[in-house]
C-alpha cells in the first residue's frame, strides 16, 4: 500500500526512482500525511464510534456474531480487533479514554507533515 502510494506521489511530482529523492522530502514538499496513518485515524475514529454505542445496539452487537464455514488455508488474516489493539499499543492509548470524544479525536489525529 505504501509503496503504491509513494508511486503515485513520485508520479504527481514527474520523478522516478532513478532520481533517487527520498520519500520524505516528497512529503515535506506536498504537506502529505502518510496513507498507512489516515487509515489508522479512521480505524480508530469508527472504534470510538462504536464503543460508545450502547451494547444492545446494532453495531455493537455485530461484533459477538460468529461466522460458520470454514477459513483458507494460506495464512490467516489479522481480524479488525487486533489490529485495534496494535494501533492502540503503538499510539498508548486505553479504552477508557473513548468516553471523552473530544480527548480522543485529538489523540488519533495525524499530523501532517
Known sequence: M??????????????????RIKNQEF?????IAPVSGK?????????????????????RRVKS????????????????DEQIKVDLHELNLSK???RDRDSWRRHIHVVVY
Not at 5 to 18: Q, S
Not at 27 to 31: A, C, E, P, T
Open 2 to 19: 505504501e509503496v503504491t502510494e509513494m508511486c503515485m506521489v513520485r508520479w504527481m511530482r514527474g520523478h522516478t526512482l532513478i532520481d
Open 27 to 31: 512529503r515535506d514538499k506536498l504537506g
Open 39 to 59: 487509515m489508522r485515524k479512521n480505524r480508530l475514529r469508527w472504534f470510538g464510534h462504536v464503543q460508545r454505542k450502547t451494547f444492545v445496539a446494532p453495531v
Open 65 to 80: 456474531i460468529i461466522v460458520e464455514g470454514k477459513r483458507s488455508r494460506e495464512r490467516s488474516r489479522r481480524t479488525w
Open 96 to 98: 477508557g479514554l473513548i
